[in-house]
């Protein structure tokens, strides 16, 4: 039984250049998160989809941060360009059955991100 | 709008001892609370979560957390610890209403022996 897959593990760019990381849910499940974890600020969610669709995009830091989910099975979340201050690591986690929070978010194994 | 509290970034203990890790939250309405583990260079896994009814809640790997109302509190707690329990663990508070959930910063569990 596959959990969620990220892609790639790792990361490292010069800034300015344009970053894709990519995602795909555990097969089935509606709900779509991705979130940002550093030291100083912790967990932040950035974006969630239900349905393929964006539902809250709040906690995306600026315009320079982009994601799409083309399908049930495919999400990316996009920087151009690339800050130093990006470097963190992502994760993408799923669930399933709407809006029951008593599902558990299944969470990837993240991608670590380094912009130098 | 829901917060959550953790009141200590690091607990170091020795092996076999027992462990208590703290939460606490913030929310007008009534909650969903849980506490998920992260162990090195992976993803959060959930950990046991409150949704109603008993307020003594058991997880995984001998983790239990007690609901405490009154105190808005939701504390984590092990018996006895093993070096296998090193990790971060976050908990998270959500309400009836919502699909996301509110992590907080996570405490840094580190086991002696």
């Known amino acids: 039984d596959a959990g969620v897959i990220q892609s790639p593990r790792h990361e490292v760019t010069e800034m300015g250049q344009e970053v894709t990381l990519r995602c795909k849910p555990i097969?089935?499940?509606?709900?779509l998160f991705w979130y940002r974890q550093t030291m100083m600020r912790g967990l932040e969610l950035l974006i969630y989809?239900?349905?393929?669709?964006?539902?809250?995009d709040s906690g995306m830091p600026e315009d320079r941060f982009s994601a799409k989910m083309p399908n049930a099975s495919f999400s990316t979340l996009k920087i151009q360009p690339s800050e130093p201050r990006d470097s963190a690591v992502y994760f993408c986690?799923?669930?399933?059955?709407?809006?029951?929070?008593?599902?558990?978010?299944?969470f990837g194994d993240g991608t670590r991100l380094s912009i130098l | 709008a829901q917060s959550v509290t953790q009141l200590d970034s690091q607990v170091p203990v020795f092996e076999e001892a027992p462990v208590e890790l703290r939460c606490n939250y913030s929310?007008?309405?009534?909650?969903?609370l849980f506490w998920y583990v992260q162990y090195p260079n992976q993803g959060l896994q959930l950990l046991l979560k409150?949704?109603?009814?008993?307020?003594l809640v058991k997880g995984i790997n001998g983790f239990e957390a007690e609901f405490n109302k009154s105190q808005t509190s939701f504390h984590l707690r092990k018996p006895s610890v093993h070096i296998s329990d090193t990790a971060e663990y976050f908990c998270?508070?959500?309400?009836?209403?919502?699909?996301?959930?509110?992590f907080g910063s996570g405490t840094r569990l580190s086991i002696r022996p």
């Open positions: 986690a799923s669930s399933s059955t709407g809006r029951r929070v008593d599902q558990p978010q299944h």
């Open positions: 097969s089935g499940h509606d709900y």
């Open positions: 989809f239900n349905n393929n669709v964006p539902i809250d």
């Open positions: 929310s007008s309405v009534s909650v969903y």
């Open positions: 409150y949704l109603s009814g008993s307020t």
């Open positions: 998270a508070v959500s309400d009836s209403s919502a699909s996301k959930i509110i």
